[in-house]
């Protein structure tokens, strides 16, 4: 079938089209030649305008009188003079031109943040180069806008973002010798910041990045998550491609989170957080339980017998809040067999070919705050271990939805057993910790420069062999302490279940038990 040609008007449409656009866009061009000058005027008389206000205003009342006898003296001088009106209206618009010419921003650093880069050029000068370098990039009274590509500056005239670039060879890859610059450049650039080196040994460029602080006035809410993921706390935008909409007093915000998955579908489904007296392992475990109680049951085993879970006695879902070691290991015992009836109920369903039942589908949570005083004490009184008990949920409890999450202080990290080290393979660090403190429990190092200030709950956390993120828990105190805000302490208040039993009988059974 022998195509039909287009009309003539329709094949060249396409070029008068084109050809209408360029005279268009050649007389937008010469209307604003022409218009410049009057163009260059409105801007100058807006901006003198916007400098009168600001003058007024900044004037005390008690003295504006005074100014305004001042402009009607000099109104009426300008009246009298011959050709004065003309002469006033020819000053204001060669003002107004002036002030509304275009003025070319400065593209390079001042003065003061010149010598900031000579000086850090300068400093990497004896790290940076060799004697057998015949083109070094960096040498003493050399060009520091070669090795440095890409700046910027904070408010204050420091450096917030610097771009080193360095020569080949450099031995980027040990630690030591990448430790030895980050130190230099955290001290030269300025102390009481928290910096991010990022190294691109293929590129044999540095990045340097100061990092804003976390967000510390978040508190405990509902999450929207799905079941089996976990909020640990919140992190860098750049690092976690998921934010959550979250309340914070008035506002609402986005906010990336440190989310944990946990379940049989988990490659982490155990947690271990460290950190020293008031750096806030409490505060997250109290989270946690507070998100596991949404979909499972919880038992509570506090060892340090501070009372920090009192507010969860008696809530639906919580099986057992336990600071004795009579009742700890009964508890962990019963966890124990509860892990191994699960085994055996999941397993005859499979061989059945049926799905697991109903009563083994409910997520069960052991947490335990600092196990390491009930060991010692079972160890003076020649009973047994509680960790030894926590085998089984380690090593079988992935599969049966069972999670077991550890909180320590660094000082009793030793006396955790070789199956809890083994088997929590998500990690958090909270609270003031040296490099070495942190590397120890994450297995990497930290990702950032110590913080001048360490707030509760702020560290890092690493799931599994990810890499390791910054992290700031949500404030979630105990409800009775009544040095905490009034507004967080309601909201974890909201956030518990109904009391299922009167605190008074959960007294009485637990004192007959003993």
Known sequence: MARVPLPRILSSGGAHLARSRELARTAADGATDVLHPLITITRGLRRLVAAGRLRWAETPKDRRGSLLFLAASVVLVVTLVPYGPLLAVIALMAAAAWAGRAVPEPTGPDESQTQRLRSLYDALVPYFSAAEDPAPLYAHGGAWEDAFPAYAFDGTGRVCHLLVRYPAYFADGEPEARARIEQLLHAKAGRGREYRFTWDEEGNELT????????????????????????????????????????????????????????????????????????????????????????????????????????????????????????????????????????????????????????????????????????????????????????????????????????????????????????????????????????????????????????????????????????????????????????????????????TTPADSLTKAAVAET
């Open 208 to 499: 340097v990045a100061v990092l804003p602080p976390l967000d510390r006035d978040i508190g405990a809410q509902r999450f929207v998550t799905a079941p089996g993921e976990t909020v640990l706390g919140f992190t860098d935008a750049a690092h976690v491609a998921r934010t959550l909409p979250l309340t914070c007093g008035e506002e609402q915000r986005d906010v990336p989170p440190v989310v944990w998955r946990t379940g049989p579908g988990s490659t982490e489904p155990h947690l271990l957080a460290v950190g020293g007296p008031g750096s806030g392992t409490t505060t997250l475990l109290r989270a946690i339980v507070l998100q596991a109680l949404q979909h499972g049951d919880v038992v509570i085993v506090e060892g340090g017998g501070s009372g920090e879970y009192a507010c969860l006695t008696g809530r639906d879902g919580v099986l057992a809040v336990e600071s004795g070691l009579s009742g700890a290991l009964a508890s962990l015992e019963w966890a124990s067999q509860e892990t191994e009836r699960r085994l055996i109920a999941t397993n005859r369903a499979r061989q059945a070919g049926l799905p697991a039942p109903d009563d083994i589908r409910r997520p069960l949570w052991l947490l335990l705050d600092r196990p390491s005083v009930l060991s010692q004490l079972a160890a003076a009184e020649e009973r047994l271990d509680p960790q030894s008990l926590l085998q089984v949920p380690l090593r079988h409890g992935r599969a049966v939805d069972v999670t077991v999450v550890i909180a320590e202080q660094f000082d009793h990290l030793d006396a955790l057993t070789d199956a809890v080290r083994g088997h929590t393979r998500a990690r958090v660090v909270l609270g003031p910790a040296s490099p070495e403190q942190t590397e120890s429990v994450l297995g990497a190092a930290p990702p950032t420069t110590p913080t001048p200030d360490v707030p509760p709950g702020r560290g890092y956390a690493r799931l599994g062999a990810a890499s390791a993120l910054r992290l700031q828990v949500p404030a979630t105190p105990d409800p009775h302490d009544e040095n905490a805000p009034e507004a967080l302490r309601q909201a974890v208040l909201g956030l518990l279940p109904a009391r």
